[in-house]
């Protein structure tokens, strides 16, 4: 299967999403948040640094439970940019 490259836009979201969830991690360890979402640190520290720019939801969801999150508040913050 070939998958279809990222567009700019798409890079930027992930950057965004990266960067709102090192954020509100705060002082916890990157460990401590991959274990309570219960997904490897490999994997936070990919969608951190925007090296996984679009991970699947259910991870998503599960970091979002993990740091006391709503979904709303990440759309609101990493998909709803003013133009």
Not at 23 to 38: F, Q
Not at 42 to 66: D, H, N, Q, S, Y
Request: proline residues 5%.
């Amino acid at each position: 299967m070939v998958r279809t490259p990222l567009t700019q836009a798409e890079r930027e979201r992930g950057e965004r999403l990266g960067r709102f969830l090192r954020e509100a991690r705060g002082g916890r360890s990157m460990a401590d948040v991959a274990a309570c979402a219960g997904i490897s640190a490999e994997t936070l520290r990919k969608i951190e640094t925007g090296r996984a720019p679009t991970p699947a939801f259910f991870t998503v969801a599960a970091l979002a439970g993990a740091l006391g999150l709503s979904m709303d508040d990440l759309v609101v913050r990493c998909v709803l940019v003013p133009a």
